[in-house]
Structures are given as structure tokens and as C-alpha cells.
């Protein structure tokens, strides 16, 4: 588990090796290096890779060099040659159009914050057309004073804005098969994603229409055509939660709520109620469709847990990953995401042995709270097969759990909340292969 800090051994011993070379020493098996060796060595200085070839100087300049392209755009895409990375696993139930879910391609992002416009789906009844001009929502029950919100008047209250992920309880599911479904990062996880949300704090709404003593739970409800109703605690609403209007810095996208979501910063993604059109503050649970007859867990003793709301420590190893093949031996940086509903990622551990020896990855920078979390590795594959793993620990100790350990645990028949250690086998052709360890 430990890591091996190579250049403080060689410095103490009095090795006179130039420190890029000194920081790739091995850290664990099969070639696993110390976290520090891209970000202090770098890639070039490490001595260890050539990603670059001398390509000779074409004589002729190629055609955008000798004429104006085209000009501005109202509105941005991708450039054409990504027009491949897009939302995968799109599906919905039979009969319906929109009650189903698309994912976000994991594999082809990095950062912390997914394109809006690719941004994980999940409706029960499809994308509701709205009018933001006769949209409102409505806060009353429990209260001095029920109150009605046009989005214009939302609009003026004071916005806060937060990097967090979204994550469907359902995220992951698949991997409860018997027998490893072949599928790629984004299809097995991409139920999760990352945006910076802006919203106005839930708290400063609830106060405005003065929350009376006996109220404990509010009750969302989204203006779909499946309704979606879900009981929240009344803490909730009045720690993080907001009502956003905002995502990634523009409005948010029609699939994602607009114009108005509930976003319940870290609890599984079902509770934050797009199309908000109505909270009404009560003193009990509503006990709605949406948590009964789903949304619930069922355990071991045949009991069913009705509320898991925070969404537990997780990570997965987006590259290498299935579809990622490796181009030959030599080194590779061990790139993925981490993230826990209970707040920030305190560690990652990565391990390309199947787990018999671990090397503490690097975090990006921003480690924020309830946020996708970056994490990295160097690797010297030797080109032989390897099993990659990460397993994420958060502030609050939680460690992700193998998926022997999950299993154990869980009844037959269970569904949602598996956060169990992703194995990605890594065979001697470079191909990547889902594998359960
Ligand atoms: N009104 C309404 N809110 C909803 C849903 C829905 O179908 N209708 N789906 C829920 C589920 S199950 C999830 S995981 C998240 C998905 O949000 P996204 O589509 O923005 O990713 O929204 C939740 N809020
Ligand atoms: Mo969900």
C-alpha cells in the first residue's frame, strides 16, 4: 500500500542520478512507478518514452496555411473529426420513447466537468417541452407563507455555483451479471457526470416562505409526464441543496431540467427533481412511487433499506479502459475518476497486479467535495498481461469495496448503489478486457 518516495532513497544514499530517471523506480508490482514521477520528471525528462517521432518537414504548405477559413459561429461544436465521442449506451424501456437513460463516454473525457452535452440522461417519461416564460414553482404546505416562483424571479435571487457530479443509483448495475459484461467504461459507468451547477441555495427560498416547527421532509416534484416525486429530508434543503437554473455557465439543457432542477449535492441522482415545479414541506415522508416501488434496496434479510440517499465512494480507471488498446509496451499514465457522495477523495490507490501490490495515484488539483476527482499513474507496461484497479477512500475513511465484498453483502436481486473496484485486464496484445477479480 505504501509508496515507495524513490527520490528521497537516492538522494539519502547519495545517488548522483539525474531525478527524472531516480523518480521511475518501480513502486509496486508490474511496473506501477511513484506518484511522483510524471508530475516532478515529466514525460520527455524521464528518458523512458518516445511519443514523438522526427517526421521530415513537408515542403508544400497544407491548404488552411494558404487561405482564411471560415469565421465565427453563433454557437460552437466539436470539431468534426470527434464527432465519434458522443452519449453511448442509449436505451429505453419498450413501448416508450423516453423512459430509459444514455451515458457519458468516460473514456473520452478528462477533467472534472462533463460537456453539458454530454452529460449522462435518465428520464421516466421523456423531456418535457416547457416554457420558462409560464413556468413556476411552488413552495407551500408547511409554511407562514406559500409562495410562487416565476423563473425571472428566481433569476434575481443571489446564484451559487458548485463543481459536483450527479450519479443515478442505477450507475453500474450491469456489473452484477454473473459474468462480466464486455462493454466499455462509459457504457458499464457513465451514470455519472460532472458539472459546475449554479443554482440559488434551497435554504433561502424555505426561509422566505418560513418553514413551521413540525416540518421534516419536503416533497419534490418534477413537471414531467411521469411526475417524479421524491421525499427529502428537510436538513438537506437546508444544508446544500439547491434549485439550479445553471450548468457548466449557460442554462441548463432541457434533458437535465431546464429550466428548473432540484440538485442535491452527493445523494443519488434520482432525488434531484428536474423540471421542478413544486416542493410541498410536510412532516412525514410522502412515500411516493418513485421510492417504493424503486429506488429502494433490498437486503440480505429479505428487508428493504426505503431511503439510501448519499451515493458511496467509488472510482474507475478510465484509461486504459475497453476500446483503449495499448500501443505496445513502455509507459503510460494510469488516468481515471474518483468521487463520494460523503464528501472529498482523501486517496486513490492503483494496482496493475489484480491487487497484490497497490501504488498511492496522484490527485489532480482540485479535490473538492462531492466532486468527480482526478486521479493519475505512472506505468511501465512490459507487455505482458496485467489487471488494473483503482480503489478510492474518502475524507470520511470509506473505502471502496472489492466486488467480492460487495456481493457478499448485497441480496440477490438488488439493483442499485454497486460501487465495487473496477478490474480492467490488460492482455499481452494491449486489448482491454472487463474482468471481475
Ligand atoms: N422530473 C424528473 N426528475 C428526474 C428524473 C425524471 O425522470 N423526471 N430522473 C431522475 C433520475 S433517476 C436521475 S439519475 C437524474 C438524472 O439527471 P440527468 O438526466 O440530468 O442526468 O434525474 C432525476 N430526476
Ligand atoms: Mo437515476
Known sequence: MS??????????????????????????????????SFVKAGLGAAGGIALMQAVPASAARPGHMRSPGPGMSEYGSPAPAEANVKRIGIG???????????????????GIVTPSGLHFERHHAGVPEIDPASHNILIHGLVKRPLLFTMDALARYPIVSRLQFLECSGNSGTLLAADPPQLSCGEL???????????????VLLDEAGVLPAARWLIAEGADASVMSRSVPLAKGMDDAIVALYQNGERLRP????????????????????????????????????????YSDLQPDGSSLLFTFPMA???????????????????????????SGNGRIRRVDVSADGGKSWVQAALDDLVLPKSLTRFTSAWRWDGSPGVLLSRAVDETGAVQPTRKSL???????AFYHYNAIQAWRVGEAGKVNNVYV
Open 313 to 339: 465512494v467509488k472510482s474507475v480507471i478510465t484509461s486504459p479502459s475497453p476500446g483503449l488498446a495499448m500501443q505496445g509496451p513502455g509507459l503510460y499514465q494510469i488516468a481515471g475518476i474518483a468521487w
Open 3 to 36: 509508496e515507495h518516495d524513490t527520490t528521497v532513497t537516492q538522494e539519502h544514499s547519495g545517488g548522483k542520478l539525474r531525478a527524472g530517471i531516480t523518480e521511475l523506480l518501480p513502486a509496486a508490482g508490474n511496473g506501477l512507478l511513484g506518484r511522483r
Open 255 to 294: 434533458e437535465n431540467g431546464y429550466p428548473a432542477r432540484l440538485f442535491l449535492p452527493g445523494w443519488e441522482g434520482n432525488m434531484s427533481v428536474k423540471w421542478l415545479r413544486r416542493i410541498n414541506v410536510t412532516a412525514q415522508p410522502a412515500m411516493t412511487k418513485d421510492e417504493t416501488s424503486k
Open 189 to 203: 459507468h457513465g451514470l455519472v457526470s460532472g458539472s459546475e451547477w449554479g443554482g440559488v441555495p434551497l435554504a
Open 407 to 413: 456481493m457478499s453483502n448485497r441480496a440477490a436481486g
Open 92 to 110: 429505453s424501456q419498450r413501448g416508450t420513447t423516453g423512459s430509459g437513460a444514455s451515458r457519458s463516454p468516460l473514456e473520452h473525457l478528462h
